[in-house]
């Protein structure tokens, strides 16, 4: 099965009453027929499952690797000034498809919605 290319944007928050599509996450990662995060075959290609921090700030873009630990799905900075690891509320439990909402708690601020605007195919996948 080859890997996806997820892009999430940030939808209406508190503070973004419009969401801003300035900001989000792409995610490469294997889906299965439903949609979710199939973790046996993240574990076969798991160098190649990684997570992109877009946004206006500069100081905010960060890239990363997708991780596992329990149950528990988080988003892997290597370096220091991209900040400490991001996690996903349920990660394992949603479907990636376009409309879908997913949580992410930042930087341990609030954690906030985004939604689901692409799921396609990676360039690199196999």
């Not at 027929?33 to 700030?57: N, S, Y």
């Not at 988080?74 to 370096?79: G, I, L």
């Not at 909402?101 to 360039?123: C, F, K, N």
Request: net charge negative; glycine share 8%; charged share 35%.
């Amino acid at each position: 099965m080859p890997l996806k290319r997820i892009v999430l944007r940030l939808a209406r928050n508190p503070d973004f009453p419009d969401g801003d599509d300035r900001q989000g996450y792409v995610i490469v990662a294997p889906l299965d027929a439903a949609g979710k995060i199939d973790v046996a075959l993240w574990r076969a290609a798991r160098e190649k499952c990684t997570v992109d921090r877009f946004h206006p700030d500069p100081d905010e873009i960060a890239d990363g690797l997708l991780t596992h630990r329990g149950d528990q799905w988080r988003f892997h900075y290597d370096e220091e000034d991209e900040g400490p690891d991001e996690g996903g509320y349920r990660l394992g439990d949603h479907h990636f498809r376009p409309g879908e909402y997913i949580t992410i708690a930042s930087h341990g601020e609030d954690p906030l919605t985004y939604i689901v605007t692409e799921v396609e195919r990676a360039e690199h996948a196999s």
